[in-house]
């Protein structure tokens, strides 16, 4: 059975893989095992927690888990728990090295393409990479949601394999409903600006950890007049980033730049925007982030990061099984920022705490999996963390 999409539905552009009918097949099987991990047996879990396991807890214990933390410490020794976790982690390999196998065929033609777009005299985007940036270790500690190889490893001149592995694997992973251009996160951003900040037209708007632009480039369609700034600390995602942009003809200018040492003047920017960022940061670069966010920002400008909610006010079991992450999926901050008071970082960054706010946003197109009505297909909606200078 094929899941929910189709690898003929990634878009195209100019260093996009061609992949051919059994890579294709290939892709589709692991991202059908993934969707069916989730459709039909993920519910699974909290059938088995309220028979087994809740019961079990309570006789040992008189009384219920009091965080998730109880809740995973038992449902770990369940057998039906283990072989689900163990089949997403297998599935979320498996979707790895299936965007690998074309990816490792066609590569060679593929970096070549991106060469000539690196090399070209003229652009409408830029890249500026600096090869003496310290990576930071919460980047490189671990292969992040097991890419392989993770965001910044390099292995030869204009090296772009990170970045094609990350489009493709991404696609995957988020079961293609993200949309074709996998941008639901980056419209869903400039529709909350339109919504908010309807006379926003020029001005200059800046994207964090923007990786391969998947977020970045709806901020240009969106805002044509706007100067559109995008940085990141991994050169393989930024130059594949630029050569999918200038593919497009998109006009942006990336910069390889870690974002707790920030190379723009003072009250620069009209937006700093992340989408789904937060969660590979370790807890001090956030912080640090933000300070520098609020630097950076104009009196009146607005950050702006989307993430999955905070765990604040939610039931211990949907904790736990939000937080499978952390331990399953190469995640190790994913657990710890959605239990920090992310106001009061905003507040210790300069920004007044009235103009803080934490909120749910509806989606823009994107549409995600409800694992409460498996045969329906639900609009996004994303955890916004904002804040106004």
């Known amino acids: 059975m094929l899941g929910p999409n189709s690898f003929n539905r990634l878009a195209a552009h100019g260093v996009s893989l061609a992949a051919n009918h059994d890579e294709i097949a290939h892709e589709n ?3 059908a095992m993934h969707f ?3 459709a039909n047996l993920m519910p699974g879990n909290k059938e088995v927690y309220r028979t087994r396991v809740l019961p079990s807890f309570q006789r040992e214990r008189g009384r219920r888990p009091s965080n998730r933390q109880e809740v995973r410490g038992a449902m770990r020794r369940d057998p039906y728990h283990q072989m689900w976790s163990a089949l997403r982690r297998t599935t979320q390999e498996l979707m790895w090295t299936a965007a690998q196998t074309g990816l490792n065929r066609g590569f060679p033609a593929l970096q070549q393409r991106a060469s000539n777009y690196l090399a ?9 990479l600096d090869p003496t940036i310290a990576m930071p270790r919460y ?5 992040i949601h097991c890419m392989p190889g993770g965001y910044t490893g390099e292995v030869g ?3 772009v394999y990170a970045g094609a592995i990350y489009d493709r694997g991404v696609y995957s992973i988020t079961q293609g409903f993200l949309g074709p251009h996998v941008d639901g996160i980056g419209r869903t951003i400039a529709a909350y600006i ?7 037209r020029r001005g200059k708007i800046l994207d964090i950890g923007c990786a391969v632009g998947h977020s970045t480039l709806p901020l240009c369609d969106a805002f044509p007049a706007a100067e559109v700034h995008a940085i990141d600390v991994s050169a393989p995602c930024l130059r594949y980033a630029f050569a999918r942009a200038e593919s497009w003809g998109k006009s942006v200018k990336f910069a390889q730049q870690d974002a707790e040492r920030l190379r723009f003047a003072d009250n620069t920017f009209d937006f700093v925007t992340s989408g789904a960022v937060m969660h590979e940061l370790s807890t001090s670069s956030l912080h640090n982030i933000v300070r520098e966010i609020h630097r950076v920002l104009k009196p009146g400008g607005v950050m702006i990061h989307v993430e999955q909610p905070q765990y604040h006010g939610m039931e211990p079991f949907d904790q736990f099984m939000r937080d499978w992450d952390t331990f399953g999926n190469n995640e190790p901050f994913w657990g710890t920022l959605h239990d920090l008071d992310l106001t009061q970082i905003a507040v210790d960054a300069g920004f007044k705490r009235d103009r803080v706010a934490e909120t749910m946003e509806a989606g823009d197109g994107g549409r995600v999996y409800n694992v409460e009505k498996p045969d329906a297909k639900t609009r996004a909606n994303w955890f916004f963390y904002t804040a106004r200078k």
């Open 120 to 128: 070209r005299p003229t652009t409408k985007s830029s890249l500026t």
């Open 194 to 200: 339109k919504r908010s900040h309807p006379r926003f």
């Open 157 to 159: 001149s204009n090296d």
């Open 139 to 143: 980047i490189t500690a671990v292969d």
């Open 36 to 38: 069916q991990v989730f």
């Open 29 to 31: 099987f692991a991202q």
